[in-house]
T-cell receptor
Framework: AQSVTQPDIHITVSEGASLELRCNYS??????LFWYVQSPGQGLQLLLK??????LVQGIKGFEAEFKRSQSSFNLRKPSVHWSDAAEYFC???????????FGTGTSLTVIP | SQTIHQWPATLVQPVGSPLSLECTVE??????LYWYRQAAGRGLQLLFY??????ISSEVPQNLSASRPQDRQFILSSKKLLLSDSGFYLC??????????FGEGSRLTVL
C-alpha cells in the first residue's frame, strides 16, 4: 500500500541554523514526490517536486530535497533557516498525471531567534 | 495562469444544518478536482476526487457528498452537519503537470 511517513511531528531550530525534514515513502511504481508548506489558516504551497532526472531538486525559498531510491526517502533541506520559514511542511507522493496523491501527517517547524 | 478559489473562507454552522462549500478553477480545462479535510494538528484526509463532470469518487464514507456540475466547479455538501465535521477543508486541482494546486481553504466550525 502507498504511504508517506514524516517521522518528526515537530522540530525546533534556531534562526540561521540548517534544517532537514525527513520523509519516507512506500509506493509501488516510480514515485512523483512533492514537498508543500502551509502557513496557519492557509492552503498548501508547493515548495518543490521530483519527477525524474537529477535526484537533488531545488525549490522556492531556498529549499532543496534529495531523492534516494535505495532509502525510499525524499528529505527536505535548507542551509540557513529564516523566521518566516516557521510553518507546517507536508511530504507527498503521487502518480504523476494520475489522480492519487498521498500525504504525510506533516512536520511543524518552529524557528527561535 | 491558473487560479483556484474556494468559499466561504470561514463558516460557523449549528449541528444538523446543511453545508455547501464551493470551489472553482480558472485557466485550465478538464482538471482533476479534490476535496481534502484537515483536522486540527493532523494531516490531510482525501474526501472526494473527480476526473470529470459528474464523476465523483469517495474515499471515506461519511455524511458529506460532492458534486461537479461543471468542468471547473466542485462542490462539497452535507444535508446535516455533525460536530465531527468541523475542520479545515481544502479544494485542490491537478492537471497534466502532475502536481496538486490548493485553494485557500475553508474553516468550518460546527457548534
Amino acid at each position: 500500500a502507498q504511504s508517506v511517513t514524516q517521522p518528526d511531528i515537530h522540530i525546533t531550530v534556531s534562526e540561521g541554523a540548517s534544517l532537514e525534514l525527513r520523509c519516507n515513502y512506500s509506493y509501488g511504481a516510480t514515485p512523483y514526490l512533492f514537498w508543500y508548506v502551509q502557513s496557519p489558516g492557509q492552503g498548501l504551497q508547493l515548495l518543490l517536486k521530483y519527477f525524474s532526472g537529477d535526484t537533488l531538486v531545488q525549490g522556492i525559498k531556498g529549499f532543496e530535497a534529495e531523492f534516494k531510491r535505495s532509502q525510499s526517502s525524499f528529505n527536505l533541506r535548507k542551509p540557513s533557516v529564516h523566521w518566516s520559514d516557521a510553518a507546517e511542511y507536508f511530504c507527498a507522493v503521487g502518480a504523476g498525471t494520475g489522480n492519487q496523491f498521498y500525504f504525510g501527517t506533516g512536520t511543524s517547524l518552529t524557528v527561535i531567534p | 495562469s491558473q487560479t483556484i478559489h474556494q468559499w466561504p473562507a470561514t463558516l460557523v454552522q449549528p449541528v444538523g444544518s446543511p453545508l455547501s462549500l464551493e470551489c472553482t478553477v480558472e485557466g485550465t480545462s478538464n482538471p482533476n478536482l479534490y476535496w481534502y479535510r484537515q483536522a486540527a494538528g493532523r494531516g490531510l484526509q482525501l474526501l472526494f476526487y473527480s476526473v470529470g463532470i459528474g464523476q465523483i469518487s469517495s474515499e471515506v464514507p461519511q455524511n458529506l457528498s460532492a458534486s461537479r456540475p461543471q468542468d471547473r466547479q466542485f462542490i462539497l455538501s452535507s444535508k446535516k452537519l455533525l460536530l465531527s465535521d468541523s475542520g479545515f477543508y481544502l479544494c485542490a486541482w491537478s492537471g497534466n503537470t502532475g502536481e496538486l494546486f490548493f485553494g485557500e481553504g475553508s474553516r468550518l466550525t460546527v457548534l
